[in-house]
């Protein structure tokens, strides 16, 4: 069986909006005084919106209602987007630009699976729309990575199967995603310190090059 469709997370690999999850949820922490910092951030990679909350407030000093978990969610979401208003298409690397247009010529399908349920203003703002036939996220699942909902859903709506397809990941928990859903996966940054990630990748570059070393595997 032969790779025909790549599935992209979106924070992380293709845009680097985690140093916006950073400053944004930051500030909130700051507000509440909250300790936080980069190797906690690291924690949230790929976890949805109220769960990454919930992981930062395992250093709070007081407990929170749901209502004031909510207030909190929604202080940071607020922060986080006047950040994304401000992203451009010069927001995405050239690697990043060359790899999908790469892609899209040698036509594999092309989707982005992301927790986030900001994910297509995202898209539009660095002018990524055109690129993908299939983007699913954080609007469109009932459960977040580790589960393999998002991957699943992708593929499904790309026509292929599990094993047709590579996700490629930047957290720890989307990769446990892709394993969970039959994916084969590739890890990038943080991703590359899961114990079972199949690919590890220091560049998006290297994406064409896995895709090929994968389809002549898969032949002989
Ligand atoms: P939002 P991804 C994830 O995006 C982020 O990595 C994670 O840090 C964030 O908490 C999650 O989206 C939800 O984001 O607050 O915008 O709905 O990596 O899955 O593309
Ligand atoms: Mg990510």
Redesign the pocket.
């Known amino acids: 069986m032969k790779i025909k469709g790549i599935i992209f997370?979106?924070?992380?690999?293709?845009v680097h909006?985690?140093k916006y999850?950073y400053l944004a949820w930051k500030e909130m922490a700051d507000k509440e005084d909250i300790y936080f910092n980069e190797e906690i951030?690291h924690l949230?990679?790929?976890?949805?919106?109220l769960?990454?909350l919930n992981i930062i407030l395992r250093n709070a000093k007081k407990t929170y209602t749901e209502e004031q978990k909510l207030e909190l969610?929604n202080f940071?979401?607020k922060i986080?987007?006047e950040y994304?208003s401000k992203m451009t298409k010069n927001d995405v690397s050239s690697d990043v630009l060359k790899t999908l247009n790469e892609l899209k010529q040698r036509n594999f399908k092309l989707a982005?699976?992301?927790?986030?349920?900001?994910?297509t203003f995202?898209i539009e703002k660095v002018d990524l729309s055109n690129y993908f036939d299939v983007v699913i996220?954080?609007?469109n699942i009932l459960n977040?990575?580790p589960h393999p909902e998002?991957f699943l859903k992708a593929s499904e709506k790309l026509g292929l199967k599990p094993h047709e397809c590579i996700v490629i990941?930047?957290?720890y928990?989307?990769v446990e995603a892709a394993l969970n859903g039959g994916f084969i996966s590739v890890g990038i940054n943080q991703a590359k310190n899961h114990e079972q990630v199949h690919y590890k990748i220091d560049s998006i570059n290297e994406i064409a090059n896995v895709i090929s070393l994968i389809n002549n595997e898969l032949l002989i």
């Open positions: 997370d979106l924070d992380g690999v293709l909006t985690d999850h951030n949230l990679r790929g976890v949805s919106r769960e990454s969610v940071k979401n986080y987007r994304l982005v699976g992301s927790s986030s349920k900001n994910a995202i996220d954080g609007n977040s990575k998002v990941e930047d957290a928990s989307g």
